[in-house]
């Protein structure tokens, strides 16, 4: 979607960040839809908005924004705005940058500073990586105040009445980088389990639509053998590069899947990280 030419913030010029364009769709379980969805929603009394600011979680991969962005774009119909989150994050990144030019300062709006002041959708992406600095800048955001501080003035910032914010976290060891008093406020938390072998099916043919069902069955049995973790991303990528192989190299499709697997290392190591957070959870 398209973004305004110009935001303004204590009279101050701002060009807003560009929204983000949603070509996924959601195509698994409808609980975790639904029940983001009714999260998102404005409070029903008339003279009041309440959205709350749910927290989706779940096994890396999995489709956790994936998740946001649908909602986001297709069910609340508004414009999405994303926040890679690292541990190199810093609060100009989720502010305002600005930039010398020859004969003038620019000042560039965060994506989720635009989303703030035009009524979209921020999803703070891997939140789960980032500082206790900037945790304590998003903070009356999520503790009932709704405002930020502006980075011109002491004025408070009050969001826009459609502004929504998703965050999305790691259901592992990670997870508890989070602050507990922050983690405690993004509610509800709504977690995305692992799909059923039929929605496997669907996710993988709606995301390479082009593959036979021959290939599709044979990545999902190869899945469920052990000691193969392979998450829902991983199975897209998979059956991507197999069917590249089939098509352009002429591959036979045990071949193209075991090529494919084998060129993704990671899946090992995913599968000695998996049996290190069981052996320090126990």
């Not at 300062?105 to 500082?131: E, H, Q």
Request: net charge positive; glycine share 4%; with cysteine.
């Amino acid at each position: 979607m398209k973004s305004r030419n110009s935001i303004r913030l204590d009279n101050i010029k701002l060009h807003p960040a560009p929204s983000d364009p949603v070509k996924q769709s959601w195509v698994s379980n409808d609980d975790p839809l639904r029940q983001l969805s009714a999260a998102l929603a404005g409070d029903s009394l008339p003279g009041r908005n309440q959205p709350m600011t749910p927290c989706i979680t779940g096994a890396s991969g999995i489709g956790k924004t994936t998740l946001a962005l649908h909602c986001a774009a297709r069910i609340l119909h508004k414009p999405v705005y994303i926040i890679q989150c690292t541990a190199a994050t810093v609060p100009d990144d989720i502010l305002v940058t600005c930039r010398q030019y020859k004969k003038h300062t620019g000042y560039l709006a965060s994506p989720l500073l635009t989303a703030l002041l035009t009524g979209g959708v921020a999803v703070l992406d891997n939140a789960n990586f980032l500082d206790e600095t900037i945790w304590s800048l998003l903070l009356p955001l999520f503790d009932g105040r709704n405002f930020m501080q502006s980075p011109f003035s002491n004025s408070k910032i009050t969001p826009h009445r459609d502004f929504r914010i998703i965050t999305t976290a790691n259901d592992t060891l990670s997870l508890y980088n989070i602050p507990e008093y922050i983690y405690s406020l993004l509610t509800p938390k709504i977690p995305v389990p692992q799909p059923k072998e039929n929605e496997i099916y669907e996710i993988l043919k709606a995301n390479v639509m082009q593959a036979e069902d021959e290939l599709v069955d044979y990545i999902i049995n190869f899945m469920k053998k052990p000691p193969v973790v392979a998450s829902i991303r991983d199975s897209i990528n998979i059956l991507r590069y197999s069917l590249k192989l089939i098509n352009q190299e002429k591959y036979k499709i045990k071949d193209a899947v075991n090529t494919s697997i084998r060129l993704n290392p990671h899946l090992k190591y995913k599968q000695v990280k998996e049996e290190f957070y069981q052996l320090i959870n126990k």
